[in-house]
């Protein structure tokens, strides 16, 4: 994968702007978290971004994202944290996962503004007929449908293992036994992993991309029909950071989503035109020196979901000349890291990391200290810092 190079030495920047903090630390720069903000809108071919809570798992932030022109309404990944946000005062809110949380979807049922605020996922008749026998009265609870957008290349499935709908009579068949239980089917949903989530890494995954995007055109346009021919829609969605530009052109859709563009992590360094800045980090504190051209940082083993390998470890930013050890990556206390930057770095000298991926750092952290220039002008809570931990 190619490795953007980060626009300016940030490290010492961000150093200066925290030294009164203890560390570990993680931080947000402002202004990349801003500029990242516009360049999505730029890419969506002015169809509005659903934030996706999931990528960001601060309150604050997710609010900085939906306050900039471009950005409407929460994609969040759990009922519980829909409910929390409703109980804010939040009324668009789409959970874009299914969920089995009868407990919750009774909550939710039971009152007429969590009600009218949130929309859940279904994609299945067995999920639908599960919600409905498990809470009881569903009527007027807000779903929307899934549909597996991923693509077949002869006979391999392209893409990730998510719904199971993929014919225009599966869907209608969940459409019809959603109404039949007294469900108000509100969405659909089509969310291309394949583009969206793998990085343009050679002449084959273009290749497969561009492909991608003709076939779902076809199919989000067909199965849009059919439904919009039995009930009314409230929105269509589809994509994700590293789709925008393609998906925001497909006139099936009526909105998008986005959430890790805004702190562009290490796993979206390597997708074409996608200009994000970095704008998330960790720093660890260097706490002992094993040998002369290595130094070990406390924690920083902050691994990221999603296929185990290189790509999902923490990266030292480049400008510190040190890399990870191939026999101890990352470690849950402790991270050695050896390189020619060793020799100018003492022990209390703090070492910043870019997460793989985006809101999982959020996870390992109460706050996240927020920057501008070589200042920290707040404290975001994280989820986590709230007290809340949805999966
Ligand atoms: C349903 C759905 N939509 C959109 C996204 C895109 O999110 P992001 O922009 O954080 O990659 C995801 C990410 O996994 C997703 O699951």
């Known amino acids: 994968m190619s490795r953007r190079p980060l626009p300016h030495p940030v490290a010492a920047r961000l150093s200066t702007a925290t030294r009164h903090l203890p560390a570990p630390l993680a931080a947000v720069d402002l202004p990349a978290f801003d500029r990242n903000a516009e360049h999505l809108v730029g890419r969506a071919h002015g169809k509005p971004i659903r934030v996706a809570t999931k990528s960001l798992r601060s309150r604050a932030l997710i609010e900085r994202a939906l306050a900039k022109e471009g950005f409407a309404g929460l994609m969040c990944y759990s009922v519980r944290e829909a409910l929390w946000w409703a109980r804010e005062g939040f009324t668009d809110i789409m959970v874009a996962y299914p969920s089995v949380d009868l407990l919750a979807v009774t909550e939710l049922v039971s009152d007429p503004g ?48 998510r719904s199971p709908l993929r014919e225009p009579q599966q869907v209608e068949a969940v459409v019809r036994r959603a109404q039949e239980r007294g469900l108000l089917v509100v969405g659909l949903m089509f969310y291309d992993a394949q583009v969206a989530g793998l990085p343009d890494s050679s002449a084959v995954v273009r290749r497969l991309k561009s492909r ?172 986590r810092g709230e007290g809340q931990c949805f999966g």
């Open 114 to 161: 969590l009600r009218a605020a949130v929309c859940i996922m279904v994609d299945s008749v067995e999920l639908v007929d599960l919600i409905a026998r498990g809470v009881g009265d569903v009527r007027g609870l807000r779903v929307a449908v899934d549909v597996d957008a991923s693509v077949r290349v002869g006979p391999a499935h392209v893409g990730v293992r």
């Open 212 to 383: 991608s995007d003709a076939q779902l055109r076809l199919r989000r346009a067909e199965i849009t029909a059919r439904v919009r021919q039995l009930v009314h829609l409230d929105f269509v969605n589809g994509g994700g950071t590293g789709s925008l530009h393609v998906t925001g052109r497909d006139p099936s859709l009526t909105e998008l989503a986005a959430g890790s563009g805004l702190y562009a992590p290490a796993l979206f360094d390597g997708y074409d035109d996608l200009d994000l800045e970095p704008a998330a980090f960790f720093a660890c504190p260097i706490v002992r020196r094993p040998a002369d051209d290595i130094v070990t940082v406390y924690s920083g083993g902050y691994v990221a979901s999603g296929p185990p390998g290189w790509s999902r470890v923490p990266s030292p930013l480049p400008e510190h000349g040190l890399h990870r050890l191939r026999t101890e990556g990352t470690g849950e206390v402790q991270t050695p890291l050896r390189g020619p930057g060793a020799a100018r770095l003492g022990l209390g000298d703090r070492i910043w990391f870019r997460h793989a991926k985006a809101g999982e750092l959020a996870e390992r952290f109460t706050h996240l200290a927020l920057i501008e220039g070589d200042e920290v002008v707040g404290q975001a809570a994280t989820y």
